[in-house]
């Protein structure tokens, strides 16, 4: 069974840099996988942040970036601010129209 | 401006069923794939089942497969979840998702509904 793995939490000071990763429990994540990255904030719907890798979704600020890093796929926020403190889920899609989402990884911003 | 608007969730007993319906406008509803999404409590993300533009190909999660069938009306802009033989473990908001890309591959989740609840509980 195919696991996707994110760190549960994470921390950043505001105006601080932090890279969130999404990886699997068995093998590397490339650009084949076409990763995605979701916020979610409680009682509200997924928003859309990041697709194919790097590309931002529409509205989303460029302080928000993503990318494959050691085999990893990688969602770096630069410049934290107060109200990034969500949840952010990644999405790989594993072929023939199936996709898994990684658990969710807590952000704090403090 | 793109809406989804799901509806049907509520308090079934475990083998029971219930049809979550949601509604769509604000753009060709016909010419795009459609997922749903559920979240158990406190839980992450669970990709259930897509559907393309033109209903013709589904893919499911293999937890519900056999048991949940997606399909949608694109006369009446409407993507419908069945679901059948309920267990508590189903228990979750479900969220439909417009999806982009041009094709199958690059699909991703680009806009979410609100949600419904479903409660699996005797």
């Known amino acids: 069974q195919t696991v996707v793995t994110q760190e549960p939490s994470f921390s950043v000071s505001p105006g601080g840099t932090v890279t969130l990763t999404c990886g699997l429990s068995?093998?590397?994540?490339?650009?084949?996988?076409?990763p995605s990255w979701y916020q979610q904030t409680p009682g509200q719907a997924p928003r859309t942040l990041i697709y194919?890798?790097?590309t931002r979704s529409s509205g989303v600020p460029d302080r928000f970036s993503g990318s494959i890093l050691e085999n990893k796929a990688a969602l770096t926020i630069t410049g934290a601010q107060a109200d990034d403190e969500s949840d952010y889920y990644c999405a790989l899609h594993m072929g023939s129209g199936f996709w898994v989402f990684g658990g969710g990884t807590k952000l704090t911003v403090l | 401006e793109v809406q989804l608007l799901e509806s049907g969730g509520g308090l079934v007993q475990p083998g029971g069923s219930l049809r979550l319906s949601c509604a769509a406008s604000?753009?060709?509803?016909?010419?795009?794939?459609m997922s749903w999404v559920r979240q158990a409590p406190g839980k992450g993300l669970e990709w259930v089942s897509v559907?393309?533009?033109?209903?013709?190909?589904?893919y499911y999660a293999d937890s519900v497969k056999g048991r949940f069938t997606i399909s949608r009306d694109n006369s009446k802009n409407t993507l419908y979840l069945q679901m059948n033989s309920l267990r508590a473990e189903d228990m979750a908001v479900y969220y439909c998702?417009?999806?982009?890309?041009?094709?199958?591959?690059?699909?991703?989740?680009?806009?979410w509904g609100q949600g419904t609840l479903v409660t699996v509980s005797s």
């Open positions: 194919s890798t790097n």
């Open positions: 559907i393309s533009g033109s209903g013709s190909t589904t």
């Open positions: 604000g753009f060709t509803f016909g010419s795009y794939a």
């Open positions: 068995s093998g590397s994540v490339s650009t084949s996988y076409y």
């Open positions: 998702a417009k999806m982009e890309g041009k094709q199958l591959v690059q699909w991703y989740f680009h806009f």
